[in-house]
């Protein structure tokens, strides 16, 4: 069983991702984190990004600085190589063929990683309502914001990220919309469990 989620940045679908793979008793994969390893690991190790991506493991998906912005910026860049989200291509489609079942959360999920996925999930949620969650996620971790640059940088992101040539972000056909911009974690969890359920039962 696959459970696909893609959406923007800030829209929450990381988190609804862990805990319904967490209430399911699935494996749970943010793609995001293979991506600001790669842009990470290129610029502090002098490599290219595919050679990165290349060279990749597991272990350093566990980085602590993989959640900062800085890392978010250089994950939508080095997104945009064909040839690294090659490269990164088998590694996901590897871990979503685990036993029981896994929820992979993306952009590209239900549209490239796997778009047999039984279950997708387009989650989303305003630009102004995202850059308000996130200003309040980096206060909370103790980093200067300013709101206004938090807010471009998401525009600057989604504009990149729809706009690439390569596996762009976008819904799958048969996604269900999930719009998350009035509703707190738990209701959106809720939400978003009762549809992944649903489909998991009535296929």
């Known amino acids: 069983m696959i459970v696909a ?3 923007p940045a800030a829209a929450g679908k990381g988190t609804l991702a862990r805990r319904i793979a967490e209430a399911l008793g699935y494996h749970h994969l943010d793609t995001g984190l293979l991506y600001r390893a790669v842009g990470i690991l290129s610029e502090q190790r002098g490599v290219t990004p595919l050679q990165a991506a290349e ?8 980085r602590p600085d993989l959640r900062g912005e800085a890392a978010g910026q250089l994950a939508s ?10 490269a990164l291509l ?5 871990f979503a063929r685990q ?15 796997c778009p047999d996925a039984e279950v997708k999930l387009f ?27 938090v807010l471009q940088d998401l525009k600057d992101r989604d504009a990149r ?25 738990d209701a959106a969890f809720e939400a978003a469990l009762s549809i992944v359920r649903n489909r998991i039962t009535t296929p």
């Open 123 to 149: 989650v989303t949620a305003s630009v102004e309502k995202r850059a308000e969650r996130r200003v309040k996620e980096l206060l909370v971790k103790g980093e200067s914001v300013i709101a206004e640059r």
């Open 161 to 185: 990220d729809s706009a690439r040539d390569v596996a762009p972000m976008a819904s799958a056909s048969d996604a269900i919309l999930l719009d998350t911009s009035d509703l707190d974690a």
């Open 99 to 113: 036993a029981p079942g896994a929820v992979l959360d993306g952009r590209d999920i239900g549209t490239v990683i």
């Open 5 to 7: 989620i893609d959406g």
């Open 55 to 62: 060279n990749l493991d597991p272990e350093d998906l566990k």
């Open 77 to 86: 860049k080095v997104g945009s190589i064909p040839e690294v989200r090659a």
């Open 90 to 94: 088998d590694f996901q489609r590897r």
